[in-house]
Nanobody, 115 residues
Framework: QVQLVESGGGLVQAGGSLRLSCTAS????????MGWYRQAPGKQRELVAS???????DYADSVKGRFTISRDSAKNKVYLYMNSLKPEDTAVYYC?????????WGQGTLVTVSS
């Protein structure tokens, strides 16, 4: 049984920073291409950052230069470092594989950026 648990969200002022963590059980994150997704109210879920098993990273244009995805193989975790946060970054953030999603999705972690 795969379990994904996201944490680290919270309320932050615009310009602030947060670090999100994704902890997994039942899978080895480092051998899977993983991503951070977000879903804002009334909007579709979007992929904002990804890291391949080889360590290559990619970012949505909206977060490029502000967000950094990284992986700790020893701890079986994936992180999302978010800097220079904007109100439009407000969303529930999820981690999952970037192809062939693991089911079920985690509960996500809410990030709220105030202006």
């Amino acid at each position: 049984q795969v379990q994904l648990v996201e944490s680290g969200g919270g309320l932050v002022q615009a310009g602030g920073s947060l670090r999100l963590s994704c902890t997994a059980s039942g899978i080895i994150l480092s051998i899977n291409p993983m991503g951070w997704y977000r879903q804002a109210p009334g909007k579709q879920r979007e992929l904002v950052a990804s890291v391949t098993s080889g360590g290559d990273t990619d970012y949505a244009d909206s977060v490029k230069g502000r967000f950094t995805i990284s992986r700790d193989s020893a701890k079986n975790k994936v992180y999302l470092y978010m800097n220079s946060l904007k109100p439009e970054d407000t969303a529930v953030y999820y981690c999952n594989r970037i192809v062939k999603y693991f089911e079920p999705w985690g509960q996500g972690t809410l990030v709220t950026v105030s202006s």
